[in-house]
């Protein structure tokens, strides 16, 4: 077989009931990507993360794989593998068995079962833990297994179901290297479920936004966290402030637009908006600038509401007439040379490139 596939959702709908969980997603993911469902709880990540795999039904539509509509084939026939949160070991077996386990269902013989399953161990570096049980290896190690596991079948794709979420924060990122590692070295396509956007930023080449069913959002990292699709996007990649408001004018193919208590923002004029017009736009905590004055429409003044230390950065919260929460980021040397108190009056500025119109959500 060859290495990987393409992976086609064509609006793929879940219903429960009368729940509507996952609706009318549609999603290409080509083979070979690293691909992250992130949203928070509830969005529809694992229901569509089960459609794909076959242990969830599917409403209405289809789920592709390569040529193959794989919509009613069972898991095992698809080309995918899963890998569960909870691992699901089998506790009596060793770790070799656990591995091997896919292939002895499949009548394979118990020597070319154990040597592929000590391949697979190989791959995850944990052969030398072969003979033991999952209850004598640490969580990191029974998640390798648990990959293991779902490699031996030699999936085109891998799915994951928030593999990193039983770790603690140091592993977690150890073991996020090395599934990035295994992606890239198998060549496959990984579909990883998250509710972390770090998480998410991280691993992908492909991050797809979900949020009540539907997706806001799916690009590369980049695209996402700098030019959010939705003021959901904005808020749930965080370090972004979302603001709503009108179209005052337009002038010099540049947007005017005036949030209720005055503050205006201008902005190139890409989506051609007319006057009155409601927008909602986002702006990167970290292009604020403390100023010496304020420009009107790239600038404001804020009263200091809260500051909070981060390390390689100061996360200050500001209010302004109309602006209840405007977040700065300042670097940690900016801003311990001239350090700010809460209740202080301060000038803030932003280029008009930083700037970012926001689109109404589909899932609104
Ligand atoms: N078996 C089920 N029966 C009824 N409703 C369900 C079932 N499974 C999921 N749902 C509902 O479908 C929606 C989507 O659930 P899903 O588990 O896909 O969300 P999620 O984004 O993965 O959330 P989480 O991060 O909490 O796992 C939710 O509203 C959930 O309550």
Redesign the pocket.
């Known amino acids: 077989m060859s290495k990987g596939a393409d992976i086609e959702l064509i609006q793929v709908t879940?219903r429960?009931?009368a729940?509507l969980?996952?609706d009318a997603v549609s999603l290409k993911i080509p083979k070979g990507t690293y691909c992250c469902l992130l949203?928070?709880?509830?969005?529809?990540?694992?229901?569509?993360?089960?459609m794909i795999a076959g242990h969830e039904s599917i409403t209405q539509g289809d789920v592709r794989l390569g040529p193959t509509v794989v919509t009613d084939l069972p898991p095992a026939r698809r080309g995918t593998a899963m890998m569960f949160q909870s691992y699901a070991l089998f506790p009596h077996l060793d770790t070799v068995d656990n591995v091997a386990f896919s292939l002895k269902m499949k009548g394979v013989d118990k020597s070319t079962r154990r040597a592929k399953a000590m391949e697979m161990l190989k791959l995850v570096q944990l052969d030398h833990l072969a003979e033991r049980r999952p209850a004598q290896l640490s969580g990191g190690q029974q998640q390798r297994v648990a990959l293991a596991r779902a490699l031996i079948t030699d999936p085109q794709a891998l799915l994951l179901d928030?593999p990193l979420s039983a770790l603690d924060p140091f592993l977690k990122i150890k073991v996020r290297q090395e599934l990035k590692k295994l992606q890239l070295q198998l060549g496959i396509s990984f579909i990883h479920?998250t509710?972390s956007q770090e998480e998410a930023m991280a691993l992908s080449d492909l991050v797809v936004v979900?949020n009540g069913?539907r997706i806001e959002q799916a690009a590369e990292p980049r695209e996402v966290f700098n030019r959010p699709a939705t003021a959901f996007v904005a808020r749930f990649m965080g370090d972004h402030n979302v603001l709503s408001g009108r179209v005052a004018g337009r002038a010099d193919g540049a947007v005017t637009f005036e949030v209720p208590g005055g503050v205006s923002f201008t902005a190139p004029d890409e989506a051609g908006l007319e006057p009155g017009a409601p927008v909602e736009i986002a702006v990167r905590t970290d292009r604020i600038r403390i100023a010496d004055a304020v420009i009107p429409g790239c600038g404001l003044t804020g009263l200091v509401q809260n500051i909070e230390y981060h390390g390689q950065k100061v996360q200050v919260a500001l209010a302004a007439p109309g602006v209840d929460d405007f977040a700065v980021q300042v670097p940690e040397s900016a801003f311990f040379a001239k350090p700010l108190s809460i209740g202080e009056a301060v000038p803030l500025a932003w280029t008009p490139d930083d700037i970012h119109l926001l689109k109404p959500s589909p899932s609104a």
């Open positions: 879940k429960y009931g729940a969980a996952v949203g928070p709880s509830g969005c529809g990540k694992t229901t569509t993360l089960r928030e479920v509710h979900m069913g």
